[in-house]
């Protein structure tokens, strides 16, 4: 018997296993989505940490300028999303400070990156069909070259977070007290942005410049509601990230289906879960505290 | 009040084994800090100039003065943030550096938020290795360093807490504890008291006071109400009319002096059991 694509899984693992992965671009998307899964979950801790959800939002939205620039230009569109996230990402990380309250001035510019977007999309005619891939990502259409980037540029990033994990996590923790220890606050803050920068673009491969959230941040903050230690923090965002690639692409294998839409559902899940079925992190402290209420008769 | 400690020039304290860069506590000037008519600029702005006195080691100083008058600009000097642009400041017997493992510093209290999860033991490790890069685990020396730390600032029993579920005055004694870990020889605290209530308050100047008495330490301390150091102050330094100058508690603690530093009309008020108490009109 030959499955075709669409054939539904037969519950042997080992067969499903080996039909899954005779398929040239399930092997690149299970090889680059598990890769990509496990850079995200860890820079995603520290975003979650240093509060940069909102702009690794505006950060993967400046991309779409950058994917279909790339197109229109004939450059390949994983390289140019990289170039443009990383460069956004420092002009952000050097205005530093001096943006925080502006989320209009933020949310202005990200829009303008999603017009330039749709400018390039009506100029270019090869761009058609990537939109959506763009938009939405598509963890089956991940070229093989663009396995070799995203190995690449995660074994780059992954390498600078392990030199500089603990001034890191001093400086997003008190940014104060880590200058006055002599830690290069600024400096930190800027590499992380080109870090971020490289993860969002990796990221988009995957669920796209909309579903950014799913892989970046929904993992890094299941697991921060779940644990107060870094170490475990960052293993359980990996697997929790590791586990919705892996569910989107079997899933988006039999079912005729996105896989981005699996890995964003089984994400937020996962998310909604922890926070409605667990208590967190600090609850024993929080509970112990109202019993010895001094209201309590 | 007289510092019994200030005379003690060469004490013998236990040294912390395996931190990197152990304090040699044989070398402990006479004076903590020393400033040389130093004066510093900011984006060509002069904050202060003429700044000329010395602050004995062991004592309890606190650092006053209206705001913008640049009493966190001169903990950054003390810091090594900022160079001074005239004079010089010594600091232990060098010139101010980044980085010095011999000064603790706790910022201005601001809340760290409720789902901040790190733990309150990992918060204060940082303090010992918050500034190492690479990876590689703690060892059990920094530890055990860490957990004396904690001890010192009644803080045991939050180890293994989140500190995001802390309250201010949890949250402050886990930041003077970071600063502790490096067994420093000099404490700047600024402003650490903002937005705690009375009774933290009162806590933190004690737990301050008791570990500069059992460690020999200097604590340089910004506050904007004197009436918690009354009974705790050997010395102030007051920023007045763009000038740092030190002087006794005795000196500062007069209505005109005060009148002048706050820009308002302030009274001592003397309660009947002869307690002194700052007010404002």
């Known amino acids: 018997m030959t499955p075709t694509i669409f054939a539904g899984p037969s519950w042997n693992l080992v067969a499903d296993l080996q039909t899954i992965l005779s398929y040239g671009f399930m092997r690149n998307g299970f090889v680059a989505g598990t890769v990509i899964?496990?850079?995200?979950?860890?820079?995603?801790?520290?975003?979650?940490?240093r509060r940069l959800a909102f702009a690794s939002e505006a950060l993967a939205h400046s991309g779409f300028a950058g994917a279909t620039g790339a197109v229109v230009l004939g450059v390949d569109v994983f390289l140019g999303l990289v170039a443009f996230v990383c460069t956004a990402g420092v002009v952000m990380g050097l205005l530093g400070e001096r943006l925080r309250g502006r989320d209009v001035a933020v949310g202005a510019t990200l829009t303008f990156a999603l017009a330039l977007g749709s400018f390039f999309l009506s100029v270019s005619s090869k761009l058609a069909g990537q939109a959506t891939n763009i938009l939405f990502g598509n963890i089956l259409a991940i070229s093989p070259v663009d396995v070799w980037y995203v190995a690449i540029f995660a074994l780059v990033t992954l390498t600078v977070l392990a030199f500089t994990y603990r001034p890191l996590?001093?400086?997003?923790?008190?940014?104060?007290i880590a200058a006055a220890r002599g830690v290069p606050v600024h400096l930190l803050g800027v590499a992380f942005m080109v870090l971020l920068g490289i993860a969002i673009a990796a990221s988009v491969e995957v669920v796209g410049v909309l579903l950014i959230f799913a892989l970046l941040i929904l993992p890094a903050a299941t697991a921060q509601h779940l644990t107060a230690r870094a170490g475990r923090a960052i293993g359980l965002s990996v697997a929790v990230g590791v586990l919705c690639v892996w569910i989107g692409l079997l899933a988006g294998f039999y079912a005729p289906y996105p896989p981005s839409f699996f890995i964003t559902t089984f994400a937020f899940l996962v998310y909604l879960g922890a926070r409605t079925l667990t208590p967190g992190v600090g609850s024993t402290r929080r509970h112990s505290a109202r019993a010895n209420s001094p209201c309590d008769l | 009040m007289v510092n019994p400690l200030s005379s003690h020039n060469h004490v013998d304290l236990p040294t912390v084994d395996g931190l990197d860069e152990p304090v040699s506590w044989s070398t402990v000037p006479s004076d903590a800090i020393t400033f040389d008519d130093a004066a510093v600029e900011l984006g060509g702005r002069t904050i202060w100039s003429h700044g000329s006195f010395?602050?004995?080691?062991?004592?309890?100083?606190?650092?006053?003065?209206p705001n913008g008058a640049g009493k966190t600009t001169l903990l950054r000097v003390l810091l090594g943030q900022i160079r001074p642009s005239h004079g010089q400041v010594r600091v232990l017997g060098a010139p101010a550096r980044r980085g010095n493992r011999a000064v603790g510093y706790v910022p201005q209290h601001r809340t760290m938020e409720l789902d901040l999860a790190v733990r309150a033991f990992d918060f204060v490790m940082l303090g010992l290795t918050g500034h190492r890069w690479g990876f590689g685990r703690t060892s059990a020396t920094e530890r055990r360093a860490v957990a004396e730390a904690l001890a010192a600032v009644d803080a045991t029993n939050l180890a293994e807490e989140p500190v995001g579920v802390l309250s201010g005055g949890e949250q402050q004694r886990l930041r003077i504890a970071q600063a502790l870990v490096t067994q420093p020889q000099l404490l700047l605290l600024d402003e650490p008291l903002a937005s705690l209530d009375l009774r933290s308050r009162h806590e933190i100047v004690d737990l301050v006071d008791r570990i500069r008495r059992e460690r020999r330490v200097t604590v340089l301390f910004v506050t904007h109400d004197l009436n918690l150091f009354l009974g705790v102050l050997d010395r102030v330094v007051y920023l007045l009319d763009c000038r740092p100058v030190a002087a006794s508690l005795e000196e500062v603690v007069r209505p005109d002096i005060l009148s002048r530093l706050y820009r308002a009309q302030v009274r001592i008020v003397r309660t009947t059991d002869g307690q002194r108490f700052i007010t404002g009109v």
């Open chain 2, 54 to 65: 010395s602050l004995p080691t062991g004592e309890f100083v606190g650092l006053i003065g």
């Open chain 1, 169 to 176: 996590l001093f400086a997003s923790l008190d940014p104060e």
């Open chain 1, 37 to 49: 899964a496990v850079m995200a979950g860890i820079v995603g801790y520290f975003v979650v940490l």
